[in-house]
């Protein structure tokens, strides 16, 4: 079966988690603080600090915004799960919103209808990694959270998505374009919000006992610590960071493995009237080709052909205010026509150009 998400591991990657293993120390420690500082340097991120997952630093990101109880937060319905869940468990109201139809992402346009006096802050999501156009949202002057899980390499005007609102969280979960089984990330300007987020993350631990110990005039014994408010244990590993940084070395051959695999379908479905493509990036836009997302009126048919050709696909998201946990009556049009027609076609740096071949052959056969 070919997969539609994917990521490449190799000798070299299990070489780093086998070094790790012999250090005997395999949690939390030098090889979490080194990918940090390589991967805020490379993509110019402030303030890198890496969590167990994105869905982990989505929360994380809500709760270091410390909005008043029940706070709005508008955000796209064709979204992850996690979005909206860490908007609840932070205590506050998911709003959802439609999408663009063609790029998949929020707009100014898309969120204006919802803002209220309630409304706090914005989510959005930087779709396939294609970027949100963020100024016109960022005129609407709220605190914005960008989700850039697949947008590890996208850029804005130049600046790295991720950067561009107050808090941006990254996922590199096992599919993502900078892999590490699970894994998640928040930047940000905010130096408050980076020494909160380092207790946070720890269960909200001020500081080890042993640290507080040494402190002068500390009459602290060394297994006390001090715990300044209630949060989950979010913590990365060295294990997971080890095979982070050498992913980070091969960022560039991936991206354009994936770039060439984006450019080779968008161009084999040139004249395919029944295929609506993906947006390209515009100009000043750098996009991350998370995955490859087409339209059609024959969805189910086709992904069940493809099925039976061993080629998986799938639909990424089902909107989410379709779903029963959030018992919305709104209709977002947009969202439900791609919940009716959107299909992810496979799209990753372990497929080979036979693949590549094979899908396209398959879908051009296909008689609707
Ligand atoms: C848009 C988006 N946000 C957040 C996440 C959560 O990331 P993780 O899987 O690392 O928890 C995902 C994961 O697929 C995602 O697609």
């Known amino acids: 079966m070919i997969s539609v998400f994917g990521s490449k591991f190799t000798e070299e990657e299990a070489e780093a988690v086998k070094q790790v293993l012999l250090s005997q120390w395999a949690g ?18 402030p303030n890198m600090l ?36 860490a908007v609840l468990l932070a205590g506050h109201k998911p709003v959802f919103c439609d999408v663009d139809i063609q790029t998949q992402n929020v707009t ?6 919802h803002i209220t006096p309630q409304t706090k802050a914005i989510m959005v999501v930087h779709y396939a990694g294609k970027p949100v156009d963020m100024n016109p949202i960022l005129a609407l002057g709220l605190p914005i959270i960008e989700d850039a899980a697949h947008a590890i ?36 300007q905010n130096e408050a919000y980076l020494a909160r987020a380092k207790k946070l993350r720890y269960c909200g631990i001020e500081k080890s006992g042993f640290q507080q110990s040494q402190a002068q005039q500390s009459q602290n014994k060394w297994w006390e ?35 060439n695999i984006w450019d080779t379908y968008q161009k084999a479905f040139e004249n395919t009237e029944w295929i609506i493509r993906p947006q390209n990036p515009e100009p000043y836009e750098r996009h991350s080709y998370f995955t490859y997302f087409i339209r059609t009126p024959f969805r189910d048919e086709l992904a069940n052909y493809l099925l039976d050709k061993k080629i998986y696909t799938t639909l990424r998201y089902h909107p989410l205010h379709l779903n029963a946990l959030y018992q919305s009556t709104k209709v977002l049009p947009n969202s439900e026509k791609l919940n ?8 990753h740096p372990n497929l080979s150009e036979t693949d590549v071949t094979y899908i396209i052959d398959c879908i051009t056969k296909f008689k609707k």
């Open 28 to 45: 939390m420690g030098k090889k979490v603080t080194e990918f940090e500082l390589e991967l805020a340097q490379k993509r110019h991120l």
């Open 50 to 85: 890496l969590v167990d997952s994105g869905s982990n630093a989505l929360y994380l990101a809500i709760t270091l915004l410390n909005l008043p109880p029940n706070s709005e937060i508008i955000l796209p319905s064709f979204t992850w799960v996690a979005c909206a869940q």
């Open 108 to 113: 100014a346009e898309t969120i204006l209808p």
């Open 153 to 188: 390499h996208s850029n804005y005007y130049g600046k790295a998505c991720g950067t561009l609102g107050k808090i941006g969280v990254f996922s590199f979960d096992s599919i993502k374009n900078l892999a590490m089984g699970e894994g998640g990330g928040i930047t940000t």
């Open 225 to 259: 610590y001090h715990i300044s408010e209630a949060f989950i244990k979010m913590l990365p590993t060295d294990l997971e960071a080890s095979i982070a940084l050498i992913q980070l070395q091969k960022m560039e051959k991936y991206q354009a493995i994936r770039k």
């Open 340 to 347: 009716e027609q959107g299909l992810n076609l496979p799209l």
